[in-house]
């Protein structure tokens, strides 16, 4: 318990409507982090307490209510000002966050496109005459991640392929080497 209100003490990510992707993987870890993801994921009821409640059901029912309590206030203070007022008529976290979802993930083409734009970037990446190898691959890597957020993947053997053909003549024993004792 004490480790969760230390966490929870840190602040959400705050999403201002651009990267969508990246946000949502990180309020999806803050939530379950702070174990609230279910409350963002199902919309359940919580039941009313039945006459003469035992003192487990009273607990019970007002982890509950507070879980999904707090998951709506943690997607409020996650969000903008101006993303905060769109979603305050909405009912429960799930709402906010299917909406969300809909309104800033973007559709398959959508989605699709940014992949291609991200793609021809990946292609179009030649490694600088005055950055280190360990620069480059970053740079590649930082791209392929955006493209996986987004549903699709560039493979690994893409990846060492790109840095080993985009490497400067100045590699090239290193590159020769490279193939000749490993299986590349």
Known sequence: ?????????????VFDGEN????????EAYTDACDLW????????????????????IKTHKEKKTRKSKAKAY????VSPTIFFRITTLRSAKEIWDFLKKEYHGDERIRGMMVL??????EMQKMKESETIKEYSDRLINLANKVKLLGAELSDIWIVQKILVTLPEKFEAAIASLENTKDL
């Open 1 to 13: 318990m004490e480790g969760e209100s230390v966490f929870s003490s840190i602040a959400p990510p």
């Open 117 to 122: 734009k991200l793609v021809r970037e990946f």
């Open 75 to 78: 997607l409020y203070a996650a």
């Open 20 to 27: 969508y992707q990246v946000w949502a993987v990180r309020m």
């Open 38 to 57: 279910e409350a963002v994921e199902e919309d359940y009821e919580v039941p009313p307490l039945p006459g003469n409640p035992t003192m487990a059901q």
